[in-house]
Nanobody
Framework: QVQLVESGGGLVQAGGSLSVSCAAS????????MGWYRQAPGKQRELVAR???????NYADSVKGRFTISRDNAKNTVNLQMNSLKPEDTAVYYC???????????????WGQGTQVTVSS
């Protein structure tokens, strides 16, 4: 069993900042990458930011320069700092971990339950 528990999020005015955090726990052998996706009403889930164990990152073009992802490999946590928020950033944000639960097991995706981020204009 693997659990991803998110915290943070909430309501903020446009131009403000928020952060969301996620902690992975359970039967984890190794985590290849962790990241954040979001889904706005009526839209598909999309990648926001992702970070590998080695520290390589990639961001959606829409958040580059405003959002920063960081990770604590020892604690299996990932954080997303969101600055200069816009109303179009409003969505449910989901934590993702691409991990394996056994030494020779194939890694797969695990998801958190989601946390709401609302940016008012």
């Amino acid at each position: 069993q693997v659990q991803l528990v998110e915290s943070g999020g909430g309501l903020v005015q446009a131009g403000g900042s928020l952060s969301v955090s996620c902690a992975a726990s359970g039967s984890i052998f190794s985590i290849n990458a962790m990241g954040w996706y979001r889904q706005a009403p009526g839209k598909q889930r999309e990648l926001v930011a992702r970070i590998t164990t080695g520290g390589s990152t990639n961001y959606a073009d829409s958040v580059k320069g405003r959002f920063t992802i960081s990770r604590d490999n020892a604690k299996n946590t990932v954080n997303l700092q969101m600055n200069s928020l816009k109303p179009e950033d409003t969505a449910v944000y989901y934590c993702n971990a691409f991990l394996s639960t056994r030494r020779y097991g194939a890694p797969r995706d695990y998801w958190g339950q989601g946390t709401q981020v609302t940016v008012s204009s």
